[in-house]
T-cell receptor, first 112, second 113 residues
Framework: QKEVEQDPGPLSVPEGAIVSLNCTYSNSAFQYFMWYRQYSRKGPELLMYTYSSGNKEDGRFTAQVDKSSKYISLFIRDSQPSDSATYLCAMSATSGTYKYIFGTGTRLKVLA | EAQVTQNPRYLITVTGKKLTVTCSQNMNHEYMSWYRQDPGLGLRQIYYSMNVEVTDKGDVPEGYKVSRKEKRNFPLILESPSPNQTSLYFC????????????FGEGSRLTVL
């Protein structure tokens, strides 16, 4: 079993839809949770960062962490064609760590 | 502009021909790392460096070497490339004290024939 599981998609939605992206994990030591966005032919860029459980909102994006279920989510409201990208979840266990575990990424396409 | 620069961006080579992929960052970050990205496997860490002259293995170090002689540079060396090293490679850097934000380069697509 992989430490982090992520549905690869692809996920196609119409413009304006609410998108839900998810990852599950098995290591209860993970405390830091991140979502990266990767456009085609580009490197990943940090979108959201959350410590421990709870919600974090940034504009149209909301990150949720449920440590009891070992489940994290990224919600995108009012999705736009410019949100079309691959979304990678990432996790680490300690602050200042060198070790990140990435999900395989979910490919999202928002149709105009 | 803050950035991580990798070269070459695209390379086709043959088995056994030594190659180096360079990585340079201009943010004075202590930490640098190399990842490879393969379909269905995601990003896997090859090597990382916490500072100059300090390097350590990641999850998939076999067939790779690195060096960190200067803070800004972290080259990835393939001494004798093999076809299973065909992949998309990313260099990343961050401040050691910062957990979240890894800054990635734009990637180097390597094909080994």
């Amino acid at each position: 079993q992989k430490e982090v599981e992520q549905d690869p998609g692809p996920l196609s939605v119409p413009e304006g839809a609410i998108v839900s992206l998810n990852c599950t994990y098995s290591n209860s030591a993970f405390q830091y949770f991140m979502w990266y966005r990767q456009y085609s032919r580009k490197g990943p860029e940090l979108l959201m960062y959350t410590y421990s459980s709870g919600n974090k909102e940034d504009g149209r994006f909301t990150a949720q962490v449920d440590k009891s279920s070992k489940y994290i989510s990224l919600f995108i409201r009012d999705s736009q064609p410019s949100d079309s990208a691959t979304y990678l979840c990432a996790m680490s266990a300690t602050s200042g760590t060198y070790k990140y575990i990435f999900g395989t990424g979910t490919r999202l396409k928002v149709l105009a | 502009e803050a950035q991580v620069t990798q070269n070459p961006r695209y390379l086709i080579t043959v088995t056994g021909k030594k190659l180096t992929v360079t990585c340079s960052q201009n943010m004075n970050h202590e930490y640098m790392s190399w990842y490879r990205q393969d379909p269905g496997l995601g990003l896997r860490q090859i090597y990382y460096s916490m500072n100059v002259e300090v390097t350590d293995k990641g999850d998939v170090p076999e067939g790779y070497k690195v060096s960190r002689k200067e803070k800004r540079n972290f080259p990835l060396i393939l001494e004798s490339p093999s076809p299973n090293q065909t992949s998309l490679y990313f260099c990343a850097s961050k401040e050691v004290a910062n957990t979240g934000e890894l800054f990635f380069g734009e990637g180097s697509r390597l094909t080994v024939l």
